[in-house]
Protein backbone atom coordinates (compact mmCIF):
# COMPACT_ATOMS: atom_id res chain seq x y z
CA UNK A 1 0.00 0.00 0.00
CA UNK A 2 2.66 2.64 -1.22
CA UNK A 3 1.51 5.48 -3.47
CA UNK A 4 3.67 6.29 -6.42
CA UNK A 5 3.41 9.16 -9.09
CA UNK A 6 1.08 11.59 -7.53
CA UNK A 7 0.13 14.43 -9.58
CA UNK A 8 -1.77 17.19 -10.02
CA UNK A 9 -4.98 17.19 -12.01
CA UNK A 10 -5.01 20.03 -14.72
CA UNK A 11 -7.50 19.10 -16.84
CA UNK A 12 -11.10 20.93 -16.82
CA UNK A 13 -13.03 18.50 -14.02
CA UNK A 14 -15.93 18.72 -12.48
CA UNK A 15 -14.62 19.18 -8.85
CA UNK A 16 -14.47 21.92 -6.70
CA UNK A 17 -10.71 21.45 -5.55
CA UNK A 18 -7.70 20.03 -5.99
CA UNK A 19 -7.97 16.36 -7.80
CA UNK A 20 -4.50 14.18 -7.14
CA UNK A 21 -3.99 10.94 -9.41
CA UNK A 22 -1.60 8.45 -8.01
CA UNK A 23 -0.68 4.71 -8.11
CA UNK A 24 -1.24 1.66 -5.77
CA UNK A 25 0.91 -0.86 -7.66
CA UNK A 26 -1.40 -0.95 -10.85
CA UNK A 27 -4.07 0.32 -9.20
CA UNK A 28 -5.32 3.79 -9.95
CA UNK A 29 -6.03 6.26 -6.71
CA UNK A 30 -7.47 9.56 -6.58
CA UNK A 31 -7.33 12.27 -3.51
CA UNK A 32 -8.93 15.43 -3.63
CA UNK A 33 -8.76 18.51 -1.08
CA UNK A 34 -11.47 20.73 -1.41
CA UNK A 35 -11.14 24.42 -2.33
CA UNK A 36 -12.53 25.50 1.00
CA UNK A 37 -10.13 23.21 2.98
CA UNK A 38 -7.11 24.57 0.60
CA UNK A 39 -8.45 28.17 1.59
CA UNK A 40 -8.41 27.17 5.20
CA UNK A 41 -5.13 26.00 4.61
CA UNK A 42 -3.72 28.84 3.07
CA UNK A 43 -5.16 30.92 5.99
CA UNK A 44 -3.35 28.81 8.83
CA UNK A 45 -0.27 29.52 7.30
CA UNK A 46 -0.82 32.98 6.74
CA UNK A 47 -2.45 33.77 10.28
CA UNK A 48 -4.71 37.19 9.85
CA UNK A 49 -5.42 37.16 6.20
CA UNK A 50 -8.25 35.69 4.63
CA UNK A 51 -7.60 33.94 1.01
CA UNK A 52 -10.35 32.86 -1.44
CA UNK A 53 -8.25 30.39 -4.16
CA UNK A 54 -9.22 30.21 -8.21
CA UNK A 55 -8.33 27.00 -9.23
CA UNK A 56 -5.22 28.37 -11.29
CA UNK A 57 -4.32 29.64 -8.02
CA UNK A 58 -4.65 26.10 -5.87
CA UNK A 59 -2.95 24.34 -8.72
CA UNK A 60 -0.01 25.99 -8.32
CA UNK A 61 0.01 26.38 -4.67
CA UNK A 62 -0.09 22.57 -4.80
CA UNK A 63 2.57 22.04 -7.41
CA UNK A 64 4.81 24.26 -5.57
CA UNK A 65 4.08 21.97 -2.35
CA UNK A 66 3.82 18.89 -3.97
CA UNK A 67 5.64 16.73 -1.62
CA UNK A 68 4.06 18.08 1.56
CA UNK A 69 0.72 16.96 -0.21
CA UNK A 70 2.06 13.39 -0.91
CA UNK A 71 2.87 13.39 2.49
CA UNK A 72 -0.29 13.89 3.73
CA UNK A 73 -1.81 12.01 1.32
CA UNK A 74 0.18 8.66 1.65
CA UNK A 75 -0.30 8.63 5.16
CA UNK A 76 -4.24 8.90 5.09
CA UNK A 77 -4.05 6.57 2.21
CA UNK A 78 -1.80 4.00 4.69
CA UNK A 79 -4.22 4.41 7.46
CA UNK A 80 -6.14 1.58 4.77
CA UNK A 81 -10.11 1.57 3.87
CA UNK A 82 -11.31 2.20 7.74
CA UNK A 83 -9.95 5.60 6.91
CA UNK A 84 -11.19 6.05 3.88
CA UNK A 85 -14.72 4.93 3.43
CA UNK A 86 -13.78 4.71 -0.80
CA UNK A 87 -10.73 3.13 -0.56
CA UNK A 88 -8.94 4.08 -3.58
CA UNK A 89 -9.85 7.91 -2.75
CA UNK A 90 -8.51 9.67 -0.36
CA UNK A 91 -10.37 13.19 0.94
CA UNK A 92 -8.14 15.34 2.63
CA UNK A 93 -9.50 17.12 5.42
CA UNK A 94 -8.34 20.14 7.24
CA UNK A 95 -7.94 17.71 9.98
CA UNK A 96 -5.39 15.58 8.41
CA UNK A 97 -3.61 18.67 7.54
CA UNK A 98 -3.43 19.94 10.69
CA UNK A 99 -2.17 16.81 12.38
CA UNK A 100 0.84 16.76 9.73
CA UNK A 101 1.66 19.69 10.97
CA UNK A 102 2.41 20.77 7.44
CA UNK A 103 2.84 24.12 6.19
CA UNK A 104 1.65 25.74 2.77
CA UNK A 105 4.96 27.60 0.83
CA UNK A 106 2.14 30.43 -0.39
CA UNK A 107 5.16 32.75 -2.56
CA UNK A 108 3.57 35.21 -4.11
CA UNK A 109 0.11 34.19 -2.91
CA UNK A 110 0.88 35.84 0.65
CA UNK A 111 -0.50 39.11 1.82
Not at 17 to 35: C, K, N, T, Y
Not at 36 to 55: C, I, K, P, S, Y
Amino acid sequence: MALTALSIDVTEHTRDGLLLHASDGPEPVLAFISRRVMDQWANLTEAGTHLNLFRRQYNALAQRNLPAIERIVASKYQRGPEFNRQHRFVDVLLADIVESGEILELGRLAR
